[in-house]
């Protein structure tokens, strides 16, 4: 047999052609974001590199001002990292700086330059956001409008007469929900919130107020829903020398000489001083029109928004009408709402605020001016066009990335600063305040939630009201204490509660400090018995805390006990006292401690699609054991009790099934051992 030899056959290796299979080597930043509290002290930025780490590469980095300010809020930084071969991560650090002061959170840039040995990856750049550690107190609790129960449409019209007293219209339940009272529409209050008992509105109010207006003599113009519109003098009384027919208004605005102007939806009408039509004007007007939103210069000019015919021609946006009602100047506008709510809305004016120099600010649902961002608030110079130097969609709208595309401002408010106080509304009778200054920035010290529709007014001082409550103006400058749950970050001004469930233990709660932060303080705190009793089911405490300069918490621990006849909730409150330096107590400066028995599970049930009944299973149980189940709301302003069931357990669970969830609501469930 032939042997046939072996060959071995040898190629050459191109060993470039390997090399560029292996990933390029490439170092970019961890992600495009890093957060850091500003009391911290440094900030962590990790840089990352992939790919080909098999050989020595080296990036430069930098930090660039934004927001932030150097050796105000962070200690800018530069240099060189150097990645070894084999090593795939680094980072470096910036110094945050904590100050005093309640200047809301702050950024800065992060560049990634001159790689060498690699190339910039997906995040060359990024962004770290040094929090603000000073929280703001919003809500004033010294005003408390003695109004009851808000009911339905709240307050939906407020005026602010020259003594500071405050005339409010709406529709409020004052335990009145069967007859309808001319209280239940319309009442004034004392600058203090208490109702003013010399004022009483007449019987020919029989309906929700929808708006208000003072005259300059001091007359009340009322615009009712479904009624006409009334004129009262100062006392509340009907003013018998006033007659009109006009109906549904929902806006006022008066003029210099005394002329009113009506708009409601699309309809304008101007009245004279005794409520007859001003029959030339309004029917010029009227013919064709579609008036959105009226408002006055100071040099007495009239300016309506929308389409507006007269003489014959119909104008679409804003025109101006000299005193002898020609027509002085047209500001054409084309407002376009967001493209994703194209389908859902129509562009609509909202309001105008004549400036000085002529400027106007206009607001209202729209997304875009003449073809520009502007999230519904844009300032016109006095030609009508597009104030460029007025940056809100740059400058504050990248500070409010939950804010909607399809929110919508209703009235903005102008401060004498210059400031402007700006509601937002979203659906559902949601939406944010916020406070923007002369150039469109965002205020970061002035954010608070807002429930339209209801009405603003400032005060003298600078407050501001809000429906029923009054804002402080400067809040950053205002020293309070509140109580605060650990994982509040941004403790409201509202009740707080702490629920202990666990017996034998330590209830740990923290005080926040509001404001500024630059001086030392000191608040006293107590523990006071409510059902529950010192010493039977706490352990009493009182005592003082001292807060450093830029210290912005304390924390306190109250010992729970665990007495065997507890069968039911106790509570009682810890309260704030003796602020130190000026200071004052917030709203949540008392808190309310829920013991809760042994055995007790509360269930929070969401029942946004549920109509019926909800059944629950209440597990582990013992047998010949009872136990209760209770059912709550907190849709009704206070919680109230729905239902209180009781059952013995045959086995190791318990069915229990609440009938009063006929309707989409929230639930809240407690089952508890009620038996031996």
Same mark, same amino acid.
């Given at each position: 047999m032939k042997t046939i030899p072996s060959i071995i056959l040898i190629a050459s290796l191109d060993l470039a052609a390997v090399h560029s299979c292996i990933a390029a080597s490439t170092i970019t930043f961890a992600d495009g974001y890093f957060w850091a509290n500003e009391e911290q002290g440094t900030a962590l930025v990790e840089m990352h590199r992939s790919g080909d780490t098999s050989s020595t590469a080296t990036i430069d980095y930098a930090t660039v001002e934004g927001t932030a300010k150097p050796v105000v809020d962070y200690i800018g930084t530069s240099g060189t990292l150097a990645f070894a071969p084999g090593e795939s991560s680094k980072h470096f650090s910036i110094t945050v700086l904590d100050n005093g002061w309640l200047d809301g959170d702050r950024t800065?840039?992060?560049?990634?330059?001159?790689?060498?040995?690699?190339?910039?990856?997906?995040?060359?750049?990024?962004?770290?956001?040094?929090?603000?550690?000073?929280?703001?107190?919003?809500?004033?609790?010294?005003?408390?409008?003695?109004?009851?129960?808000?009911?339905?449409?709240?307050?939906?019209?407020?005026?602010?007469?020259?003594?500071?007293?405050?005339?409010?219209?709406?529709?409020?339940?004052?335990?009145?929900?069967?007859?309808?009272?001319?209280?239940?529409?319309?009442?004034?209050?004392?600058?203090?919130?208490?109702?003013?008992?010399?004022?009483?509105?007449?019987?020919?109010?029989?309906?929700?107020?929808?708006?208000?207006?003072?005259?300059?003599?001091?007359?009340?113009?009322?615009?009712?829903?479904?009624?006409?519109?009334?004129?009262?003098?100062?006392?509340?009384?009907?003013?018998?020398?006033?007659?009109?027919?006009?109906?549904?208004?929902?806006?006022?605005?008066?003029?210099?000489?005394?002329?009113?102007?009506?708009?409601?939806?699309?309809?304008?009408?101007?009245?004279?001083?005794?409520?007859?039509?001003?029959?030339?004007?309004?029917?010029?007007?009227?013919?064709?029109?579609?008036?959105?939103?009226?408002?006055?210069?100071?040099?007495?000019?009239?300016? =309506?928004?929308?389409? &507006?015919?007269? !003489? #014959?021609?119909?104008?679409?946006?804003?025109? %101006? $009408?000299?005193?002898?009602?020609? @027509?002085?100047?047209?500001?054409?506008?084309?407002?376009?709402?967001?493209?994703?709510?194209?389908?859902?809305?129509?562009?609509? =004016?909202?309001?105008? &605020?004549?400036? !000085? #120099?002529?400027?106007?600010?206009?607001?209202? %649902? $729209?997304?875009?001016?003449?073809? @520009?961002?502007?999230?519904?608030?844009?300032?016109?110079?006095?030609?009508?066009?597009?104030?460029?130097?007025?940056?809100?969609?740059?400058?504050?709208?990248?500070?409010?990335?939950?804010?909607?595309?399809?929110?919508?401002?209703?009235?903005?408010?102008?401060?004498?600063d210059g400031k402007i106080l700006v509601p937002f509304e979203w659906e559902w009778y949601s939406g944010i305040l916020i406070r923007i200054n002369s150039n469109g920035s965002l205020d970061r010290e002035f954010r608070m939630p807002y429930r339209w529709p209801s009405p603003l007014v400032l005060q003298e001082n600078g407050n501001i009201l809000m429906g029923n409550l009054r804002l402080f103006g400067d809040p950053g400058r205002v020293k309070s204490f509140a109580w605060s749950h650990d994982w509040d970050s941004n403790p409201l001004d509202s009740p707080v509660r702490f629920n202990v469930a666990k017996q034998n233990t330590e209830l740990r709660v923290t005080v926040r400090r509001l404001g500024e932060s630059t001086e030392a303080v000191t608040v006293g705190y107590t523990a006071r018995a409510g059902t529950a009793q010192a010493g039977s089911n706490y352990l009493p405490q009182t005592g003082t805390l001292t807060f450093a300069p830029l210290e912005t918490t304390k924390t306190i621990t109250v010992p729970i006990l665990d007495p065997p006849s507890l069968k039911r909730e106790r509570s009682f409150s810890l309260v704030l006292s003796n602020a130190s330096n000026g200071g004052i107590l917030g709203v949540s400066s008392e808190a309310t401690v829920l013991i809760l028995p042994q055995q007790l599970l509360t269930l929070h049930y969401p029942t946004a699609s549920v109509s019926g009944p909800i059944r629950l299973t209440l597990a582990p149980t013992t047998p010949g054991v009872s136990y209760s189940l209770w059912a709550w709301t907190d849709l009704a302003v206070r919680w109230q009790s729905l239902s209180i069931q009781q059952k013995t357990a045959a086995g190791d669970t318990l069915e229990f099934e609440d009938t009063t969830a006929i309707r989409p609501a929230q639930r809240f469930y407690r089952a508890f051992r009620a038996g031996p």
């Amino acid at each position: 047999m032939k042997t046939i030899p072996s060959i071995i056959l040898i190629a050459s290796l191109d060993l470039a052609a390997v090399h560029s299979c292996i990933a390029a080597s490439t170092i970019t930043f961890a992600d495009g974001y890093f957060w850091a509290n500003e009391e911290q002290g440094t900030a962590l930025v990790e840089m990352h590199r992939s790919g080909d780490t098999s050989s020595t590469a080296t990036i430069d980095y930098a930090t660039v001002e934004g927001t932030a300010k150097p050796v105000v809020d962070y200690i800018g930084t530069s240099g060189t990292l150097a990645f070894a071969p084999g090593e795939s991560s680094k980072h470096f650090s910036i110094t945050v700086l904590d100050n005093g002061w309640l200047d809301g959170d702050r950024t800065l840039s992060l560049r990634l330059s001159n790689p060498l040995g690699a190339t910039l990856g997906p995040y060359p750049s990024g962004t770290l956001r040094i929090a603000d550690n000073e929280v703001p107190l919003m809500v004033d609790r010294t005003f408390q409008p003695q109004i009851g129960e808000l009911f339905e449409d709240f307050i939906r019209a407020m005026v602010l007469q020259p003594d500071g007293r405050i005339i409010i219209g709406g529709y409020f339940d004052h335990d009145t929900n069967v007859i309808r009272l001319p209280q239940t529409f319309m009442m004034r209050l004392l600058p203090n919130g208490s109702r003013d008992s010399t004022f009483k509105a007449p019987p020919q109010l029989t309906n929700a107020v929808r708006a208000l207006a003072l005259q300059a003599d001091g007359k009340i113009l009322v615009a009712v829903d479904q009624g006409t519109l009334l004129r009262l003098n100062m006392d509340g009384s009907w003013d018998r020398g006033f007659r009109s027919d006009l109906a549904g208004s929902s806006s006022l605005v008066v003029q210099s000489d005394g002329k009113i102007i009506s708009v409601n939806g699309s309809a304008l009408v101007r009245l004279n001083n005794d409520g007859s039509l001003d029959m030339p004007f309004s029917k010029t007007v009227l013919a064709c029109s579609d008036v959105q939103t009226a408002a006055i210069q100071s040099d007495g000019k009239l300016i =309506l928004g929308g389409v &507006v015919c007269t !003489a #014959g021609k119909a104008y679409e946006g804003l025109v %101006r $009408f000299k005193r002898d009602d020609t @027509v002085d100047a047209v500001f054409p506008l084309t407002l376009a709402v967001h493209p994703d709510r194209v389908r859902f809305d129509t562009p609509r =004016l909202r309001s105008i &605020v004549p400036l !000085a #120099g002529g400027k106007m600010l206009i607001s209202g %649902r $729209f997304y875009f001016v003449n073809g @520009v961002i502007s999230p519904g608030i844009a300032r016109l110079n006095a030609d009508g066009s597009l104030d460029a130097s007025f940056r809100f969609s740059e400058l504050s709208f990248s500070w409010l990335p939950d804010l909607p595309s399809w929110g919508e401002v209703a009235s903005p408010i102008l401060q004498p600063d210059g400031k402007i106080l700006v509601p937002f509304e979203w659906e559902w009778y949601s939406g944010i305040l916020i406070r923007i200054n002369s150039n469109g920035s965002l205020d970061r010290e002035f954010r608070m939630p807002y429930r339209w529709p209801s009405p603003l007014v400032l005060q003298e001082n600078g407050n501001i009201l809000m429906g029923n409550l009054r804002l402080f103006g400067d809040p950053g400058r205002v020293k309070s204490f509140a109580w605060s749950h650990d994982w509040d970050s941004n403790p409201l001004d509202s009740p707080v509660r702490f629920n202990v469930a666990k017996q034998n233990t330590e209830l740990r709660v923290t005080v926040r400090r509001l404001g500024e932060s630059t001086e030392a303080v000191t608040v006293g705190y107590t523990a006071r018995a409510g059902t529950a009793q010192a010493g039977s089911n706490y352990l009493p405490q009182t005592g003082t805390l001292t807060f450093a300069p830029l210290e912005t918490t304390k924390t306190i621990t109250v010992p729970i006990l665990d007495p065997p006849s507890l069968k039911r909730e106790r509570s009682f409150s810890l309260v704030l006292s003796n602020a130190s330096n000026g200071g004052i107590l917030g709203v949540s400066s008392e808190a309310t401690v829920l013991i809760l028995p042994q055995q007790l599970l509360t269930l929070h049930y969401p029942t946004a699609s549920v109509s019926g009944p909800i059944r629950l299973t209440l597990a582990p149980t013992t047998p010949g054991v009872s136990y209760s189940l209770w059912a709550w709301t907190d849709l009704a302003v206070r919680w109230q009790s729905l239902s209180i069931q009781q059952k013995t357990a045959a086995g190791d669970t318990l069915e229990f099934e609440d009938t009063t969830a006929i309707r989409p609501a929230q639930r809240f469930y407690r089952a508890f051992r009620a038996g031996p």
